[in-house]
């Protein structure tokens, strides 16, 4: 039904941002809840943020008040904007998509390095 790409993973210092991206195809996107999980070495699988398809966003804990999710539609784009970011952050981070029909999309995934 479409793909998701991702970028904007890098290398950055405590305190820096970094701004994700994840494109997806239109019919994965339409009525898409769109978010951002990741997942460290040793642990499972996380969700860090989502937005519904009306914009309505939620997010972790840990992310509250770093991390801020949005979408810009006539793109077909989600973003994960990052700051504040700390040596915990470090991660791999998916995108993921979960449309009207319950299935999920997971893109392939981008480092995120937070070095102290």
């Known amino acids: 039904q479409g793909q998701l790409v991702e970028s904007g993973g890098g290398l950055v210092q405590a305190g820096g941002s970094l701004r994700l991206s994840c494109v997806a195809s239109g019919s994965i996107f339409s009525f898409a809840a769109m978010n951002w999980y990741r997942q460290a070495p040793g642990k499972q699988r996380e969700l860090v943020a989502g937005?519904?398809?009306?914009?309505?966003?939620n997010y972790a804990d840990s992310a509250k008040g770093r991390f801020t999710i949005s979408r810009d539609n006539a793109r077909n784009t989600v973003f994960l904007q990052m700051n504040s970011l700390k040596p915990g952050d470090t991660a791999v981070y998916y995108c993921n998509a979960r449309p009207f029909n319950g299935v999920d999309y997971w893109g392939q995934g981008t480092q995120v390095t937070v070095s102290s």
């Open positions: 937005i519904t398809g009306l914009g309505r966003t």
